[in-house]
């Protein structure tokens, strides 16, 4: 959960590492923010509470992967556990350096396929890469997403203006729109479809409120911006 995988994906993998080791009549509820969990017999039942959630598709991929080996017979009961502590403690993600690269590439890639003019590619480059290490600075203090995306996109559309006003970009709306699609949350609203085609309706309200959200946020930014220059 905390790396972005889906509700069913979550109680699923629980219920197999279960079952894989005799436990068949284990029962499982996940929401985004806490999962409960509790095996048959009389063993009482554990919570966690989840506080931070992010992306880490590697670090998804490679929990499946111990999954299926637990299944399989392949890795015993504390070979597993030690598997997944070890698991908990590496960080998978991206340096802070490549991200914003990324960032930067993917905005100005989005600018094209836009249809935008090749001269704006280098400065949504750089307003992207700007508002990205906006959002990831502030994320970083303030641990308030909303108001990170918010600032980030607020950057953006400053940027946006003062290139476009000073001659060194064309299309104002294709280089804000751009820019701001890293920070559109494009994985959270795929798990609320599929959570609620799951059956998961809670979670996938949830998540779709927060996607929600986060994309107002996006969208004020940028207006406040438009809102005060014109």
Do not use: C
């Not at 048959?40 to 992010?54: A, H, K, L, T």
């Not at 698991?87 to 993600?93: C, D, P, T, W, Y």
């Not at 959570?195 to 779709?208: E, Y």
């Amino acid at each position: 959960m905390k790396s972005g995988a889906e509700t069913y994906r979550v109680e699923d993998t629980m219920m197999r590492m279960a079952a894989a080791f005799g436990f068949n009549e284990s029962q499982s509820f996940v929401t985004p923010t806490g999962i409960i969990f509790s095996l048959e017999g009389s063993d009482p039942s554990q919570f966690v509470r989840i506080s931070e959630r992010g992306t880490d598709l590697e670090k998804i991929t490679k929990v499946n992967h111990i999954s299926r080996s637990m299944a399989d017979g392949v890795l015993n009961m504390n070979d597993a556990f030690l598997a997944l502590k070890e698991l908990e403690k590496v960080n998978l993600s991206f340096p802070i350096w490549l991200q914003i690269v990324a960032a930067a590439i993917a905005s100005g890639s989005f600018l094209i396929m836009f249809k935008g003019i090749w001269a704006d590619y280098v400065p949504a480059l750089i307003v992207s890469g700007i508002g990205f290490s906006t959002f990831l600075t502030i994320h970083y203090h303030a641990k308030v997403k909303f108001f990170a995306e918010f600032s980030a996109s607020f950057i953006i559309g400053l940027l946006g203006l003062l290139a476009v006003n000073y001659g060194w970009g064309h299309q104002l709306d294709l280089i804000v729109i751009a820019s701001v699609m890293p920070l559109v949350p494009g994985l959270l609203i795929t798990n609320a479809i599929r959570d609620l085609m799951a059956g998961h309706f809670v979670s996938g309200l949830s998540k779709g409120a927060e996607a929600f959200l986060t994309a107002l946020a996006i969208g004020a930014g940028v207006a406040v911006v438009y809102s005060l220059w014109l």
